[in-house]
């Protein structure tokens, strides 16, 4: 048992930044390479959190880095704080003991995703407030609390952020936090093997149940019963709940009423793309994450040329770090044009729904005033069903600002026109070109 040369260190992080720049973040400097014992390398983690991700989410980078540091078959085992060094009579086979029995769907908790890393601006202040008060309160604040939102936009940081605050002030609370996924896939393995005690036991006796991506509940009439009778146990028992979706309650398909209903009974908050000033804060907040120097003229065009989510721009911000180490050149707004080329992710065309009317009431030759109707022959019904399809496609309204232009219809009324258009597309050669031509004519405009 020996300490590993400094060097084999220097080496390791030099070689991470070069191949594996997206993991790498200035807590890795907190890092320490304590012994180099039968092919293990062990290196000390500061926070139960960061030992956790790095074991499951970067133990392959590692173990290339100290692979090419030393030119030998060795690997990376990450160890708590106050970790002893490893018996002479019991070698370490480098596997962490304390991770082999973890639950393999729980979601695992990213450093990065805390309060304190989190950009808020107009389009997220609710959300992250409420967050706030939830982990401040669980159980009482906010319950259920539901967020939902576009692909990207924060909703995982948040309910992240949550869980990582109730464990450091109780470490000893119980949070299940998994993807709805995996929910659904327990209860298909229970029901399979007549093992349903146990998953509702699984369940019904945490302090705080999360999960992400609950709209894939949609048509899924077993495993909603099941969803609804454990909701209704946690919720008397005062136990917190959490989710999120990409739709609110009221817009997920085939989601049972009582459900909806349950769901709407705390606190609904969304989530929204980031505008220009909050996506220069989000690059500057990833790049500080990363111990980078990035000039404001590389963030200001970053945040012009990617409008999505913030997903992406951290992603624009790899691609010009990736290069910048690549080339070994400086950051420089050259360099970074270079790196994004044509490849920059830029938002699709908002439009406003009076637009998209416009662009349908001339393609069919219909009056406003009828798409606005209560009329339903054939000739009206399509033209105000593709309005609605495209209105869904091309802004962001919700469904029942949708159903409200055209007079005062329902969410329901809504998610069957865009159901219907979807579906004859698909089918209908012919109608499938006249949508794509009016798609054409309101980018083009």
Not at 41 to 63: D, E, G, H, I, M
Not at 231 to 252: G, V, Y
Not at 301 to 322: D, F, H, M, P
Request: glycine share 4%; hydrophobic share 35%; net charge negative.
């Amino acid at each position: 048992m020996s300490h590993p040369d400094p060097s084999i260190w220097r080496d390791m992080i030099a070689y991470l930044r070069s191949h594996h720049a997206d993991i790498c973040r200035q807590w890795f400097e907190e890092l320490e390479p304590m012994w180099l014992d039968e092919g293990v390398l062990q290196v000390r983690v500061q926070a139960p959190v960061q030992k956790n991700y790095l074991a499951t989410q970067c133990s392959r980078p590692f173990n290339e880095a100290v692979q090419a540091a030393t030119g030998n078959l060795v690997t990376v085992r990450f160890v708590s704080r106050d970790a002893a060094p490893p018996s002479d009579t019991a070698p370490s086979n480098g596997r962490d003991v304390s991770q082999s029995h973890a639950d393999e769907d729980q979601v695992v908790y990213s450093p990065d995703y805390t309060f304190e890393n989190f950009v808020t601006g107009p389009q997220n202040h609710l959300a992250y407030a409420a967050s706030r008060a939830v982990a401040q309160q669980p159980g009482n604040a906010y319950n259920p609390f539901f967020i939902h939102g576009g692909v990207g936009l924060g909703k995982t940081h948040l309910l992240q952020a949550i869980c990582q605050t109730v464990l450091m002030e109780n470490p000893n609370t119980h949070i299940c936090y998994l993807s709805c996924d995996a929910f659904v896939n327990h209860f298909i393995d229970a029901v399979t093997s007549g093992n349903m005690h146990d998953f509702r036991h699984r369940y019904r006796h945490v302090d705080m149940l999360v999960i992400d991506d609950i709209h894939f509940l949609a048509e899924r009439d077993r495993t909603q019963e099941e969803f609804f009778h454990t909701f209704n146990t946690l919720f008397q028992a005062k136990k917190q709940i959490i989710l999120s979706s990409d739709s609110p309650p009221s817009e997920i398909p085939k989601l049972e009423e009582r459900l909806v209903s349950r769901f709407n009974w705390g606190l609904v908050a969304r989530v929204d793309k980031p505008c220009y000033e909050t996506r220069v804060a989000i690059i500057r907040k990833k790049a500080e994450l990363r111990g980078l120097e990035i000039p404001d003229e590389i963030v200001c065009y970053i945040a012009s040329k990617v409008e999505s989510n913030t997903r992406e721009l951290e992603g624009s911000l790899t691609k010009v770090q990736s290069m910048a180490t690549l080339t070994e050149q400086p950051i420089s707004l050259e360099l970074a044009r270079n790196a994004l080329g044509d490849e920059a992710i830029v938002a699709e065309p908002q439009l406003s729904i009076q637009s998209i009317i416009d662009a349908v009431v001339d393609f069919y030759g219909v009056k406003l005033s009828d798409l606005q109707s209560k009329r339903r022959h054939r000739s009206i019904t399509i033209p105000r069903q593709v309005c609605m399809y495209l209105a869904r496609k091309r802004t962001n309204y919700s469904l029942e600002e949708i159903g409200g232009y055209f007079g005062g219809r329902d969410h329901t009324t809504v998610m069957h026109a865009i159901r219907t258009i979807d579906e004859r597309v698909e089918i209908d050669k012919s109608f499938a070109s006249q949508v794509t031509q009016i798609d054409r004519v309101l980018v083009s405009d």
